[in-house]
């Protein structure tokens, strides 16, 4: 249950990531409000990974038994995985602070 649970989770807030940021990408608006609109729902998306990251941690601490470590491993991978997209969440949220002029704002 805690491979389909942890992979389930992590697949689902992967998803919705993909899917708010393309949403916001193509949202036709000016280029300031999209990089505020988009830096608030990665903000939001890095607290989720962060609430999964602990409850994942929360679930290794139960591992007892042997079919339990072998979902450790499972668990240990979306680790993994959650923080290499905190990671990619930062740097994108970096990316999109640096002021680029829009021909809207150029003005």
């Not at 505020?36 to 998306?45: F, I, T």
């Not at 989720?48 to 499972?74: C, M, N, Y």
């Not at 991978?77 to 905190?86: F, G, Q, R, S, V």
């Amino acid at each position: 249950m805690a491979k389909n649970s942890g992979s389930s989770l992590f697949g689902f807030v992967a998803g919705a990531a993909a899917g708010a940021l393309l949403g916001v990408l193509f949202a036709p608006d000016k280029g300031r409000n999209t990089r505020e609109r988009l830096s608030y729902k990665l903000d939001k998306y890095r607290e989720e990974l962060e609430d999964l990251i602990e409850d994942l941690l929360e679930e290794r601490k139960v591992a007892v038994t042997a079919a339990k470590s072998e979902g450790q491993k499972v668990i240990d991978d979306a680790i993994k995985h959650a923080e290499e997209l905190m990671g990619e969440v930062d740097a994108l949220k970096e990316r999109i602070s640096t002021p680029v002029l829009d021909d809207e704002e150029e003005v």
